[in-house]
């Protein structure tokens, strides 16, 4: 059995919105995340903090003068 069939496995077993089935839920959710922001990371789509500040300023300053 494969690892992806034994976790389908597991997972039919488990009662709906039992807090085991909600807690995986969440770090699948998690994981998932963590490795699009690593891939973004890694195409270059990256901002420094100097260029994270001047778009929040900017961003602070217009919201101020509309």
């Known amino acids: 059995m494969t690892v992806k069939q034994t976790i389908h496995q ?3 077993n488990l009662p709906d919105n039992t807090p085991e089935l909600l ?3 969440e770090r699948a959710r998690l994981n998932r ?3 699009e922001a690593m891939q973004s990371v890694e ?3 990256v901002l420094t903090a100097d260029e994270i500040r001047a778009r929040f300023d ?3 300053q217009a919201e101020r003068s509309a």
């Open 10 to 12: 597991w997972v039919e």
């Open 23 to 25: 807690a995986l839920y």
């Open 33 to 35: 995340g963590l490795m």
């Open 43 to 45: 195409r270059g789509d």
């Open 58 to 60: 900017s961003q602070c």
